[in-house]
Structure formats: C-alpha cells, structure tokens
C-alpha cells in the first residue's frame, strides 16, 4: 500500500522537536552560506583553498551518482511497505562498500581498505543526523518521500566534511 504525501502531526512533543531541528538547520545554512544567505564565487574562492574546492566538485559529482542509487533504493523499500528507519537503513548498508570504493578512489584518491572502519563510523553519524531530520520532517506533515529529498543537500555536506577531516585525513 502506498503511503499519502502528507501525515498528521500525532504528538506536541514531536512538533517541538520539529521546530527545534528546523531551527538549528536555517542556522548551519546561514553559518555555510554567509551573512547574505548565498554562495558566490568570490565566498567561495575566500572560504576554500583551490584543491579543496575541486575535491568538492568531485565529491558532489561522484556523491550525486551514489545519493540517487541510495535515494532510489531508499524508495524502493518504503514502496514495498518498510517502515522509514528499516529503508534508510537498509538504503545506507546497501550503498556504504560502492560509495566507499567510488569516494575513496575517485576523490580522495584512496586505494586500500584501511579507513573503512572510519568510513562506516562516519555513515553511522551521517545515518543518525539523516534520521532525526526524516522523523522531524514527517512529524511536521511531509511524506517520508519529499521529506527526504530535503534532507539531501544537508547530508551531502555533512558526508563530505567527515569524510574529508575524519575518513580520508591522511589523503586529502
């Protein structure tokens, strides 16, 4: 059976705690985007070094053939009928050895198995913050579907800085 695009809110406290992630989201985006709320190239060339911002372009573009695998799967099983924490679950185990294999040696140029340990700690924290954002997101009214093409860009970020500082430090 197919989920409706839209829920009830079914409890106060899960309202509040709506309100709260929502809060601290506009403020990491205005802390990321500047005081005037957009990325330009002069921020840009300001704010990150050359190599890092080509890292980033990589990232985003070997990121963007993972999160649409990821995000179709994801789908796949809440058509089937998973609830939302067993998809995303499931979605983040069944893309984590691609997406290592794919970041690693493409962006990070990273050839060996040694930080896959770091690498499944820091999917784990990008899996928590994904999910208190999706619980968030649907308790507001928003399909788990819409809700997590939201969270997207959010994640992206996030996946990116723990990979660059925490996951692949020694290459990058």
């Known amino acids: 059976m197919r989920k409706p695009l839209t829920r009830e809110v079914n409890s106060p406290m899960r309202c509040f705690f709506a309100g709260q992630i929502s809060h601290v989201g506009s403020s990491v985006l205005w802390i990321l985007l500047g005081r005037r ?93 994904n999910l208190g954002l999706l619980d968030a997101l649907v308790a507001i009214g928003l399909s788990a579907y819409v809700a997590q093409l939201f969270i997207l860009p959010v994640a992206v970020v996030i996946s990116f800085i723990i990979s660059k500082i925490f996951v692949f430090r020694s290459q990058s």
């Open 37 to 129: 709320g957009r990325v330009t190239s002069a921020w840009l060339d300001e704010k990150m070094a050359p190599e890092v911002r080509a890292q980033f372009l990589r990232f985003l573009l070997v990121g963007a053939f993972n999160t649409a695998f990821g995000y179709a799967v994801f789908a796949l099983l809440l058509w089937v009928g998973l609830p939302n924490a067993g998809a995303l679950a499931l979605s983040t185990v069944a893309g984590v050895l691609f997406n290592f294999q794919t970041t690693g040696r493409l962006v990070f140029a990273n050839q060996g198995w040694r930080q896959l340990p770091r690498f499944l700690i820091g999917y784990g924290a990008v899996f928590v913050i």
